[in-house]
């Protein structure tokens, strides 16, 4: 009797999310294989094994996908009759960044192929393994055993999903999961994530795979990415903060401000995520808090954290669309799951967690984008 009580794959276990829900998973008891082209920069990998690789290439996710038992022997030989599927495969691998990566447009080939091509390799190469274990002779070592359950997939979506004509009242943004159609995202990324969601559910109805899919609404926390292009709104205007003097000062701030978005803690996203895997329910559904805020308001709020009196200066810059906001009402019937943190809270945690980030780098030269 295994010591463990389930096994789970990370893809992306070396990202904000991923990293955070090895965490999770290893406290429930579960055996994990992280994977990801690096390691998490931030804190050690708490998976089992973590292996290094480029989920684009086929034949690694071939061979990544296969579970080899619980030494972590994934470069290991081991005989074909023993090689089982995991219980579970969580999949954040994406190529992605904050609105400075995203809107910009230079990056919308690479999004688009990079993402899909893992999403393709994943699905596919899950559904010809778990056709294996028919119990038919395979024509090289033995019988393998009839499994009697499918390895159950996350999908974690986005709300950059949503229509872009539902989005440009930015008191009034419609992001209903009933919403997104007829489709019309306003950026690259936002096609590839629904394009990818519906993949998700096509292998569903098709090969029999069971799926979980959630459209993710700007998760923020610490050991996310804070600076170098690819930050979100809230780490970048942490960042900011961070670096003025005790006196306070300005910031530059992406166009007036007025633009609104919610934005949901990291715990409160690996807690939903996991009552979604544990459910009866397919979803896609908004994963998301309902506390909308002003890009200006998000501001005040670091500063208020901080105790630093800040100034905006507004600028030109890619800013996406005009409202957002998550609409948790599937949610809260389907899986009795709500935000509880402010967005005070988080920020808080965000601020103190970057400020040391700052602190430890005595060599760091920091970059001043704007948000």
Known sequence: MSEYSKTALVLGAGGFIGSHMVKRLRSEGYWVRGVDLKYPEFSETEANEFVQGDLRDVEFVRRVIQFKGYQGNFFASVPYRYIRPFDEIYQFAADMGGAGFVFTGENDADIMHNSVSINLNVLEEVR????TFDGKENGTECVRPFLDYQTKIFYSGSA?????????????PDCREESAYPANPDSEYGWEKLFSERLYFAYNRNHGIPVRVARYHNIFG?????????????????????FLPESGGAIEVWGDGLQTRSFLFIDECIEATRRLMDSDFMGPVN???????????LVDTAARVADKEVQKIHIDGPLGVRGRNSNNDIIRKELDWDYSQTLEEGIRKTYNWIKSQIKKSELYVPFHHSV
């Open 160 to 172: 950059c999903m949503y229509p872009e004509h539902n989005q440009l009242d930015p008191d009034n």
């Open 222 to 242: 610490p050991e996310g990415t804070w600076d170098g292009g690819r930050e979100k709104a809230p780490a970048a205007i942490c960042r900011k903060v961070a």
């Open 287 to 297: 994963i998301g808090s309902e506390e909308m805020v002003t890009i200006n308001e």
């Open 128 to 131: 010809k393994f778990n056709g």
